[in-house]
């Protein structure tokens, strides 16, 4: 059946994916700005002289000319805009894009959301100027709660989930409920019992920009604190959008940027 889709031209795009086909070809997968999320069948893009091998790297951002063919759409041409060429320094920062963009994959449909594509490139730039363990594990787990708000999963730090009581020292962050509990509703509750320190990261990972969270990881001397406190976030973002297996995880396991 033919497409009834238009010819899609000047897409600002991420490549999420991207998946050999036939001998010389690909199929990628692109999150855009525009359209949201989009595959697309790049011929020749992997012969060393191709025009189109750069545009369909993993983690490159780029615009985009698609032509709507009788069933996939098919890259005509483009512009490079950033290679995100920094990732590439470290697996740590390898890693950890990686993982963002399994995250993205397992939760995006076709459609367009506004919020995403922004999400998605401010943590690649703060995932290229992050240095060190703490800043790369900091910011996978503000990637996971940024995220989880996105999708309509923000968690409730401000106040208990039960009664409403304002935060204060004792208090429980139950995942499962989406937020944190007093210590009167504590009792039974699935929750994990958070210092002043874990809590106000909590927090940093909601209301701070990448830029910040990083930075402020390197003064941090607790980075188990900081693992902690991103295995929290990724159990909130598995329980709230009910995707749980990750294989990007066990690396970053391996390289102690989570638990």
Do not use: W
Not at 40 to 67: C, H, I, M, T
Not at 85 to 95: C, E, F
Not at 103 to 110: D, G, H, I, Y
Not at 208 to 217: D, G, L, M, T
């Amino acid at each position: 059946m033919a497409m009834s889709k238009e010819d899609l031209s000047g897409l600002h795009g991420i490549v999420l994916n991207v998946y050999d086909v036939q001998e010389s070809s690909r199929m990628v997968d692109l999150l855009t700005k525009e359209r949201g999320r989009v595959s697309f069948f790049a011929r020749g893009a992997k012969r060393n002289k191709s025009r189109v091998l750069n545009l369909s790297e993993r983690f490159v951002e780029g615009e985009y000319n698609l032509v709507q063919g009788r069933s996939s759409y098919y890259l005509k041409d483009g512009l490079l805009l950033d290679a995100h060429i920094g990732l590439r320094r470290s697996l740590g920062k390898m890693s950890s894009a990686g993982f963002f963009m399994e995250c993205l994959s397992a939760v995006l449909f076709e459609e367009e959301d506004p919020s995403v594509f922004p999400l998605l490139q401010k943590a690649l730039s703060a995932a290229e100027d992050a240095e060190g363990e703490a800043a790369l594990s900091a910011l996978i787990g503000a990637f996971l709660l940024k995220l989880s708000s996105v999708l309509g999963f923000r968690p409730t730090l401000s106040a208990c989930m039960t009664c409403g009581k304002p935060v204060d020292r004792n208090f429980q962050f139950d995942p499962l409920q989406g937020g944190v509990v007093c210590e009167d509703h504590a009792m039974g509750s699935s929750g994990f019992a958070l210092e002043q320190e874990s809590y106000r990261l909590l927090c940093s990972y909601i209301l701070e920009p990448f830029s910040a969270i990083i930075r402020n990881s390197v003064k941090m001397s607790q980075k188990e604190t900081i693992r902690r406190v991103t295995d929290l976030c990724f159990r909130y973002f598995c329980i709230h959008t009910g995707k749980e297996s990750f294989k990007s995880r066990s690396l970053l396991r391996q390289l102690e940027l989570m638990s």
